[in-house]
């Protein structure tokens, strides 16, 4: 993997170079928001490793500064000495895809990492995806319909994926919550809120609604109709 590291405490960003650099992968380490920035927007990466706290810019400003402007679809998982469920959904809501709390492990920080490398490039998956008159490019992170651009947020931007992924599935609440927030689902009902722009932001000016409601179970994309 080529990875990323934004961690200014010098001790935690030396294990964490030593033990990927054990196992064959890349690590390059910038020391401050700023810096990790400039690295994440002109240099590839398969994953990125972002401290919540850090000089000249905070991971969340780093994160959301990423998401969106379109520069990056890397995968981006959050460290924090914070482990308040407010924090997990700022870190969440700026485009973060995992979240680990300090202290922690080092096998765990990889097997997190690998799994989110392999969520985001499964293979020979189409790049852009078209359901009806909605397509959404998952280069450009940018979506329309009928020709008419879409305004979504990093958390929608997931959302639609997933759906549009499974279209004519119906997607499941638990599976789009573990999606969002992995094993760490925050109490309340978010999900209802993010389905909520989302359906606003796709169907609410078309004649078509193609986001449809399995009460009870969860979500299903298609322009067809729910048959009772």
Same mark, same amino acid.
């Given at each position: 993997?080529?990875? =990323? =590291?934004?961690?200014?405490?010098?001790?935690?960003?030396?294990?964490?170079?030593?033990?990927?650099?054990?196992?064959?992968?890349?690590?390059?380490?910038?020391? &401050?928001?700023?810096?990790?920035?400039?690295?994440?927007?002109?240099?590839?990466?398969?994953?990125?490793?972002?401290?919540?706290?850090?000089?000249?810019? &905070?991971?969340?400003?780093?994160?959301?500064?990423?998401?969106?402007?379109?520069?990056?679809?890397?995968?981006?998982?959050?460290?924090?000495?914070?482990?308040?469920?407010?924090?997990?959904? %700022?870190?969440? %809501?700026?485009?973060?895809?995992?979240?680990?709390?300090?202290?922690?492990?080092?096998?765990?920080?990889?097997?997190?990492?690998?799994?989110?490398?392999?969520?985001?490039?499964?293979?020979?998956?189409?790049?852009?995806?078209?359901?009806?008159?909605?397509?959404?490019?998952?280069?450009?992170?940018?979506?329309?319909?009928?020709? %008419?651009?879409?305004?979504?947020?990093?958390?929608?931007?997931?959302?639609?994926?997933?759906?549009?992924?499974?279209?004519?599935?119906?997607?499941?609440?638990?599976?789009?919550?573990?999606?969002?927030?992995?094993?760490?689902?925050?109490?309340?009902?978010?999900?209802?809120?993010?389905?909520?722009?989302?359906?606003?932001?796709?169907?609410?000016?078309?004649?078509?609604?193609?986001?449809?409601?399995?009460?009870?179970?969860?979500?299903?994309?298609?322009?067809?109709?729910?048959?009772?």
């Amino acid at each position: 993997m080529q990875l =990323l =590291l934004i961690e200014d405490h010098k001790d935690i960003a030396a294990n964490i170079a030593e033990y990927f650099a054990a196992r064959g992968d890349t690590v390059e380490h910038a020391a &401050d928001g700023l810096a990790g920035l400039d690295l994440a927007r002109t240099r590839p990466y398969d994953a990125i490793v972002l401290d919540l706290m850090l000089p000249g810019m &905070d991971g969340i400003s780093v994160c959301r500064n990423l998401r969106q402007a379109g520069h990056t679809r890397v995968p981006i998982l959050m460290l924090t000495a914070k482990d308040l469920l407010t924090d997990k959904v %700022e870190g969440f %809501e700026a485009g973060a895809d995992d979240y680990l709390v300090k202290p922690f492990s080092l096998i765990e920080l990889d097997a997190r990492l690998k799994a989110l490398v392999r969520r985001a490039s499964p293979p020979d998956a189409p790049r852009v995806l078209v359901v009806g008159d909605l397509k959404f490019d998952l280069n450009t992170l940018e979506a329309e319909r009928a020709g %008419e651009k879409i305004k979504l947020n990093p958390t929608t931007r997931r959302i639609l994926a997933v759906l549009m992924q499974n279209a004519g599935r119906v997607v499941t609440r638990a599976e789009l919550e573990h999606e969002l927030w992995g094993d760490r689902a925050p109490e309340g009902d978010f999900l209802r809120a993010h389905m909520h722009a989302l359906r606003a932001a796709i169907d609410k000016n078309f004649p078509v609604k193609l986001l449809h409601t399995i009460h009870g179970t969860g979500y299903r994309l298609s322009p067809d109709p729910i048959r009772p």
